[in-house]
């Protein structure tokens, strides 16, 4: 081969070279991003370990395809809810008036119930229902019983106390949704609300896991 | 000869180099397929999206920013918090022969939406969608 021809050659191979470098430089993002999943995953794993979900599941036990699923990550939630001005919700606070809760002082209301001992505070046993409303080992617990419908439902809720403090940490007539939240993501895992009736069964719950079973 | 070498190769390599930035984010894709026939299908580069909100004159925005300017934040909080979560379920609702999906894989915001006459898939970079609520942001006026 002449010597022209050789630093011809010499000149694409140069040329090809910088290209594929410049390309590949480019692309290593690509790479990593592409990579991430993997990595992302397992950040994934050891974020979802340590972080709280609130699900929601929504199921027709009568019809199999009717289904809601929700998974809220909890500190998603506490993040973005702060970044809401609408209506009555303010800065992770939602305001309420005396209207809404009928000239009922909700706040010590809630001291009441806090600063008083386990036990059952309502009680009601009739015909068309059961209601019974106890404070247990740091939970608030509402159980309704529904006996007067063709088949009968139930509504079960579980408040750690921690959440329900939390909740009216703010002004009197303010709830702290995200302080409740944050509250809510120190607990284990829970069973919050439980609703059976003879269409659907609701239940709320936090976990680790970012999916329903 | 040799410069139309030069010249092709240089060109090559310049192709090589855009088309690796252009996709390094990814692409946004929206499917729209009607069972009438018509189909919609825009698959974007979304490194080009929030680059082209930056050239265009502020003057087209105007008056979406004026109804969107109180959610960015939220826009952007959100994404920013999605990133954290690359493969996760977060809604979906199957209600007889409609089904909705909100979930995430591979660092994109993916929206499924199946009903009997259509069905409509869109696929977001989170990356891209965090840039471009920040991109808003620069744009909107003070609230």
């Given at each position: 081969?002449?010597?022209?021809?050789?630093?011809?050659?010499?000149?694409?191979?140069?040329?090809?070279?910088?290209?594929?470098?410049?390309?590949?430089?480019?692309?290593?993002?690509?790479?990593?991003?592409?990579?991430?999943?993997?990595?992302?995953?397992?950040?994934?794993?050891?974020?979802?370990?340590?972080?709280?979900?609130?699900?929601?599941?929504?199921?027709?036990?009568?019809?199999?395809?009717?289904?809601?699923?929700?998974?809220?990550?909890?500190?998603?939630a506490e993040k973005v809810l702060p970044t809401i001005n609408k209506d009555r919700l303010h800065a992770?606070?939602?305001?309420?008036?005396?209207?809404?809760?009928?000239?009922?002082?909700?706040?010590?209301?809630?001291?009441?119930?806090?600063?008083?001992?386990?036990?059952?505070?309502?009680?009601?046993?009739?015909?068309?229902?059961?209601?019974?409303?106890?404070?247990?080992?740091?939970?608030?617990?509402?159980?309704?019983?529904?006996?007067?419908?063709?088949?009968?439902?139930?509504?079960?809720?579980?408040?750690?106390?921690?959440?329900?403090?939390?909740?009216?940490?703010?002004?009197?007539?303010?709830?702290?949704?995200?302080?409740?939240?944050?509250?809510?993501?120190?607990?284990?895992?829970?069973?919050?609300?439980?609703?059976?009736?003879?269409?659907?069964?609701?239940?709320?719950?936090?976990?680790?896991?970012?999916?329903?079973? | 000869?040799?410069?139309?070498?030069?010249?092709?190769?240089?060109?090559?390599?310049?192709?090589?180099?855009?088309?690796?930035?252009?996709?390094?984010?990814?692409?946004?894709?929206?499917?729209?397929?009607?069972?009438?026939?018509?189909?919609?299908?825009?698959?974007?580069?979304?490194?080009?999206?929030?680059?082209?909100?930056?050239?265009?004159?502020?003057?087209?925005?105007?008056?979406?920013?004026?109804?969107?300017?109180?959610?960015?934040?939220?826009?952007?909080?959100?994404?920013?918090?999605?990133?954290?979560?690359?493969?996760?379920?977060?809604?979906?609702?199957?209600?007889?022969?409609?089904?909705?999906?909100?979930?995430?894989?591979?660092?994109?915001?993916?929206?499924?939406?199946?009903?009997?006459?259509?069905?409509?898939?869109?696929?977001?970079?989170?990356?891209?969608?965090?840039?471009?609520?920040?991109?808003?942001?620069?744009?909107?006026?003070?609230?």
């Open positions: 081969m002449n010597v022209p021809a050789l630093r011809f050659t010499e000149k694409i191979a140069l040329t090809l070279a910088a290209s594929l470098l410049a390309a590949a430089l480019t692309i290593a993002p690509v790479a990593a991003a592409q990579a991430s999943p993997a990595s992302g995953s397992g950040q994934t794993v050891s974020a979802s370990s340590h972080d709280r979900w609130l699900h929601v599941r929504v199921t027709n036990p009568s019809d199999k395809e009717e289904t809601v699923r929700v998974n809220v990550p909890l500190e998603l992770g606070k939602v305001r309420f008036d005396d209207v809404d809760c009928h000239g009922v002082d909700l706040k010590a209301l809630v001291d009441a119930v806090r600063t008083s001992k386990d036990g059952e505070f309502v009680t009601v046993q009739s015909k068309e229902s059961d209601v019974r409303v106890a404070k247990q080992n740091g939970y608030l617990f509402v159980h309704v019983f529904e006996k007067n419908r063709p088949k009968h439902s139930q509504v079960e809720v579980k408040v750690p106390m921690k959440v329900v403090d939390a909740l009216f940490s703010a002004g009197k007539d303010e709830l702290d949704i995200v302080a409740a939240l944050h509250a809510l993501s120190a607990q284990g895992d829970t069973e919050l609300v439980s609703v059976k009736d003879e269409q659907n069964t609701v239940r709320v719950w936090i976990d680790s896991k970012n999916v329903t079973e | 000869m040799m410069i139309l070498a030069k010249l092709a190769l240089g060109f090559c390599g310049t192709v090589a180099v855009t088309g690796a930035y252009a996709f390094h984010e990814g692409v946004m894709r929206v499917d729209e397929d009607h069972y009438n026939g018509r189909h919609v299908h825009v698959w974007v580069p979304a490194a080009i999206v929030p680059m082209a909100l930056h050239v265009v004159p502020s003057r087209h925005f105007e008056h979406a920013l004026e109804h969107a300017s109180p959610w960015l934040p939220t826009l952007r909080e959100l994404t920013k918090e999605l990133k954290k979560y690359p493969e996760a379920d977060f809604v979906e609702v199957q209600d007889g022969r409609q089904h909705v999906h909100i979930h995430t894989h591979q660092g994109k915001l993916l929206i499924d939406v199946t009903e009997p006459d259509e069905t409509v898939h869109v696929a977001c970079p989170l990356v891209m969608m965090e840039e471009i609520a920040r991109e808003l942001e620069a744009k909107a006026p003070a609230v």
